[in-house]
């Protein structure tokens, strides 16, 4: 992918996110900030049954590029498992968005990420004290 591919995959993220809104019932919240611009991601996750498939969305304020990786990483998250989420790394979030703009706006593009990931431990505590 172009950078002009990746700019346009982030607009299209941005203007028209994935997954945006709340869970009527999460098992978790998390709630991830970048203080240094404001950005906001709240992730709203829950396990279907134990041990299959996450359901998972967002809501946010912030910049294009929090917001947009914060769909992209619901997109890409959707339907895993606790242990996928848990093994995932950042790779392949930060390619979509370009080696450019992720090494200029780190903090930005991992925002909702390391949210994601955060939610799936605690969903992983939660079944094990169950």
């Known amino acids: 992918m172009n950078r ?3 700019i ?3 607009l299209d993220h941005f203007e028209h996110p ?6 009527d019932v999460p098992g978790t ?5 970048n203080p240094g611009c404001g950005d906001t991601v709240t992730v709203y996750m829950t396990v279907t049954e ?20 914060a769909s992209m990483v619901m ?9 996928q989420i848990d093994e995932a790394t950042a ?8 080696p450019d703009i992720a090494a200029a706006r ?18 992983q505590q939660q079944q094990m004290t169950r």
């Open 4 to 6: 002009q591919e990746r």
């Open 8 to 10: 346009d995959l982030i």
């Open 18 to 23: 994935r997954f945006h809104g709340r869970l």
């Open 29 to 33: 919240i998390v709630t991830g900030g």
């Open 50 to 69: 134990p041990g299959d498939s996450v359901e998972i969305a967002f809501e946010g304020e912030g910049c294009t590029v929090s917001q947009a990786a």
């Open 75 to 83: 997109q890409m998250m959707q339907g895993r498992t606790l242990r």
């Open 91 to 98: 790779e392949p979030l930060l390619e979509m968005i370009g």
């Open 106 to 123: 780190r903090n930005c593009s991992l925002l909702a990420f390391n949210a994601v990931k955060e939610a799936g431990r605690q969903l």
